[in-house]
């Protein structure tokens, strides 16, 4: 089991930032691999950043560029930088985790990842 609680979130107005949090707990596995997706209403789930046990990351295209994840020095927590945000980036943001990056894979094919917080919201204005 791995609990997810995110942080973050909130209004900005288009071309603003924000930052995400998200920290695990309740976990026995030496390493998780975090991340996160979003969802918007109506759109299907969008994997949108991950980084890997050694600090590999992988961005949607979506978002290249403009956010950037990274992780604490415990490991159990990682941040979203998100910049220069337009209203195409609202949705509600989830933190994801498990033991590899196979959700990562697996919510690319419409899966949910078995391992995911309550979700934060963005929205962004125009």
């Known amino acids: 089991q791995v609990l997810l609680v995110e942080a973050g979130g909130g209004s900005v107005e288009s071309g603003g930032s924000l930052i995400l949090s998200c920290t695990a707990s309740g976990y026995t596995y030496d390493y998780i691999c975090m991340g996160w997706f979003r969802q918007a209403p109506g759109k299907e789930r969008e994997g949108i950043a991950l980084i890997d046990s050694d600090g590999t990351t992988t961005y949607a295209d979506s978002v290249k560029g403009r956010f950037t994840i990274s992780q604490g020095n415990a490991k159990n927590t990682v941040y979203l930088q998100m910049n220069s945000l337009n209203p195409e980036d609202t949705a509600m943001y989830y933190c994801?985790?498990?033991?590899?990056?196979?959700?990562?894979?697996?919510?690319?094919?419409?899966?949910?990842?078995?391992?995911r917080g309550q979700g934060t919201q963005v929205t962004v204005s125009s």
């Open positions: 994801a985790a498990d033991i590899s990056d196979s959700w990562w894979l697996f919510l690319q094919q419409g899966a949910v990842p078995r391992f």
